[in-house]
């Protein structure tokens, strides 16, 4: 319980614009994507690292629990102050790019920096930052770190880490630490920036993030595949890539998806279509371009497809992505609560994983209509069930993911383990694994004030 002492000290550091108490904040900082409740004490807005300092050394010192937070838009309430105390929200000062280094092809930024808005900047100057998780038009860079964000350019980019140089943050104590350097070949001592990515703010406090950048590529394609079931399109997927395509994207939607498309937006799909892949190539030159879609477009045909389409402008671009930018919210024909998970599977085993979601869906009389990042491996799994059907919704989340760990797969491949997942940890853990863990929380965070009750600790 925050004491009026408390709130006195923490208001000498940060002055009284940047501390609130009141119900409006309290309730406006409570929720994120998961529609989950959990009220902080109070509001912090820092004003810089030396602030985050002061306010994590004395909630160190009076047992304080202390939440990090971006845009609160995840969707495993990561940024929820599951024990009360304190949210720090950094949106409102901590938001700036602080250095384009056209040279050394960096970007220094700090945490509230929208992920959409570094992303312009940088093409501006002809270069180029991949990871686009589908909340790039609001969720933060710090957020994006701590969650090890992806998106659809992972595919052939790879995800946040591969792009984080390094990380000033904050330890629970006050310590300001640097970990990591802008060079690209670094290994005196530990990789503590490696760490603290999709530390989901259980360790440190970020401050400022260095990130690589690459240069922009000046040509782009968008493709579609149309397969007769999901089986042939989750074969074509690993196949493809395995004959030396290196897409962009590589998207994916089963035939509930399809279905709902259809029936809620108008989308203009092919009813009978079991399985579409949509996704984008890029390259420096016209033949490179070619060469991809070439590529993709035998394999696909080799693997059962029906039907190939290459956008050939912006226009027929977009209406190939519209389908997939529309899945979350045209599947709601199936029920009025979704619980939607994000597991990844090496690619080979997609068929197999899909078969066995479905085969669970079936048993509970579920719809489990399924899309994402079959390019990666990452299959957004949205198990679709009337409010009354919570417990059987989340006996059957269990099994998904023992069947995913049994495939040599993981819990979560971009969304976190936050609160949501945390009761799942030892599915994908041994005791052994989870002890380390909590080694490592206790080094950075004896205390555990820096969001408690995340990932299990």
């Known amino acids: 319980m925050i004491r009026k002492r408390d709130i006195k000290a923490l208001t000498k550091i940060v002055g009284v614009e940047n501390i609130y108490s009141d119900k409006a904040h309290r309730l406006a900082y409570s929720y994120d994507a998961t529609r989950t409740r959990y009220e902080p004490d109070l509001v912090i807005f820092p004003r810089d690292e030396s602030d985050i300092s002061a306010i994590l050394s004395y909630c160190n010192q009076n047992g304080i629990s202390v939440t990090p937070r971006g845009a609160g838009s995840g969707f495993t309430g990561g940024s929820l102050p599951a024990e009360g105390g304190i949210v720090l929200a950094m949106e409102k000062h901590m938001n700036r790019i602080l250095e384009i280094d056209t040279e050394n092809m960096v970007a220094v930024v700090q945490p509230a920096v929208i992920n959409m808005e570094l992303q312009r900047a940088v093409e501006e100057v002809g270069l180029f930052y991949p990871p686009d998780p589908a909340s790039e038009e609001y969720s933060t860079i710090g957020g994006?770190?701590?969650?090890?964000?992806?998106?659809?350019?992972?595919?052939?980019?790879?995800?946040?880490?591969?792009?984080?140089?390094?990380?000033?943050?904050?330890?629970?104590?006050?310590?300001?630490?640097q970990a990591g350097k802008r060079t690209i070949k670094d290994v005196a001592g530990y990789n503590i920036a490696g760490i603290l990515t999709a530390s989901e703010g259980t360790l440190a406090i970020l401050s400022e993030i260095t990130l690589k950048l690459i240069p922009k590529p000046k040509y782009k394609r968008s493709y579609m595949g149309i397969f007769p079931n999901v089986e042939s399109a989750m074969s074509a997927v690993f196949k493809s890539l395995a004959k030396g395509a290196n897409p962009v994207a590589m998207e994916f939607l089963d035939a509930l998806?399809?279905?709902?498309?259809?029936?809620?937006?108008?989308?203009?799909?092919?009813?009978?279509?079991?399985?579409?892949?949509?996704?984008?190539v890029d390259g420096n030159v016209p033949e490179e371009i070619e060469f991809q879609l070439e590529t993709l477009r035998g394999s696909f045909f080799e693997n059962g497809a029906v039907e190939f389409r290459v956008a050939e402008g912006d226009e027929e671009s977009k209406e190939l992505w519209f389908a997939r930018r529309n899945a979350s919210q045209s599947i709601t024909i199936y029920g009025n609560k979704k619980l939607n998970e994000d597991i990844s599977v090496p690619r080979s085993r997609l068929p197999e994983a899909l078969k066995m979601i479905y085969e669970i869906g079936d048993r509970y009389n579920f719809k489990i209509p399924c899309f994402g990042h079959a390019g990666d491996g990452n299959i957004h799994v949205n198990v679709m069930i009337d409010i009354s059907q919570i417990e059987s919704g989340h006996r059957a989340i269990e099994e998904i993911f023992k069947g995913v760990v049994e495939m040599g797969g993981t819990l979560s491949g971009e969304h976190g383990i936050g609160t949501s997942k945390a009761p799942f940890m030892d599915i994908a853990f041994s005791e052994e694994e989870l002890r380390?863990?909590?080694?490592?929380?206790?080094?950075?965070?004896?205390?555990?004030i820096l969001n408690p009750s995340k990932m299990g600790f």
């Open 436 to 448: 380390l863990f909590r080694d490592i929380k206790r080094a950075f965070d004896p205390n555990n």
């Open 144 to 177: 994006n770190v701590s969650e090890n964000a992806g998106g659809m350019r992972a595919a052939k980019y790879g995800i946040t880490k591969d792009y984080v140089m390094a990380l000033r943050a904050v330890r629970a104590n006050g310590d300001i630490i």
């Open 257 to 280: 998806v399809i279905e709902a498309l259809i029936e809620k937006l108008g989308v203009n799909l092919p009813k009978d279509a079991g399985g579409i892949l949509i996704g984008d």
